[in-house]
């Protein structure tokens, strides 16, 4: 029995975030180079597109590029850009068929031109619409988008167009790449590593994570849905008592 008829259509979260990890050993492991598992790598993000639309999931986050993977050897890095571009020309058809929308997260203007002229592109292109939202983070790290949200909201207090004392959660939420965006419920990484690699750790709060011994090339919807089934036996406490969350009215 798949584990899609398991899942409870009124708990599925509103958003996963995931780290897609193993390319390179997935490659290793058939004696060939690491981009070898990256271009594999392409059928575990439509499989994971597909499955998170097919159970009514709002926002997919994909890690595709860390601020930290600008220090691979080069030839790793010119081989990502490619497939970047090459993947968004392949499958724009596609997504916007599925109703698809993208959004990309991280600093877009340190990507070659001619990606951040594909990325802009699909993004208009595909940004009426209304149906999963695809979160691509690019050349995206936490320390950068935090330390971000820190020099504007540290500039808007100089302008005075908020007071130091407006600073709040909420706040500091809108100052981020994600605002608009809720915060994941459900963080999956695969390759069976036990960290958040720089990855919404602001957002990442009060995420349910789930660490797949699956190397990415091979995760497809299956594993997608089981990680769905294990947060939805989860107990979500927020800090609270099991008891509070089982009888809310309990004072
Ligand atoms: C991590 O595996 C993976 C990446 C840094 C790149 C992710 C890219 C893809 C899945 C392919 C293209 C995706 C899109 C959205 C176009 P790793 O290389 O760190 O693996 P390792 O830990 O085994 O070395």
């Known amino acids: 029995m798949s584990c899609i008829d398991k899942i409870d259509k009124n708990k599925v979260p509103r958003h996963v975030a995931i780290i897609m990890d193993g390319n390179g050993r997935w490659a290793a492991k058939r004696g060939n180079i690491r981009t070898y598992g990256h271009q594999q790598g392409v059928e575990s993000v439509r499989s994971v597109i597909s499955a998170a639309a097919r159970i009514n999931v709002q926002y997919l986050t994909l890690y595709a590029f ?7 050897p080069k030839y790793e890095v010119d081989a ?8 968004i020309k392949s499958e724009e058809a596609e997504l916007n068929n599925n109703n698809v ?3 990309v997260i991280g ?3 340190s990507l070659p031109k001619r990606v951040q002229k594909e990325v802009n592109r699909i993004v208009e292109n595909l940004s009426n619409n209304t149906g999963l939202t695809v979160v691509m983070a690019l ?28 600073i709040s959660r ?11 965006i809720p915060d994941p419920e459900l963080m999956i990484r695969t390759s069976g590593e036990a960290r958040l690699s720089n990855f919404l ?12 011994p699956t190397l990415w090339p091979d995760f497809r919807e299956e594993d997608f849905y089981q990680a769905i ?14 008891e509070q969350i089982q009888k809310p009215n309990l004072k």
Request: glycine letters at 2%; hydrophobic letters at 40%.
């Open 66 to 72: 860390s601020t930290e993977n600008w220090n691979r």
């Open 80 to 87: 990502l850009m490619t497939l970047m571009v090459n993947v």
């Open 101 to 103: 929308r993208l959004v």
């Open 107 to 109: 600093e877009i203007s």
């Open 139 to 166: 050349s995206y790290s936490s320390h950068w988008e935090i330390i971000n949200a820190v020099k504007t909201i540290a500039s808007d207090v100089k302008k005075e167009k908020i007071g130091v004392e407006d």
């Open 170 to 180: 909420e706040l500091f939420d809108s100052y981020l790449s994600t605002a608009k």
């Open 201 to 212: 750790l602001w957002q990442l709060a009060y995420t349910e994570l789930f660490f797949s």
């Open 229 to 242: 089934c294990d947060y939805q036996n989860r107990e979500r406490r927020f800090g609270m008592t099991s």
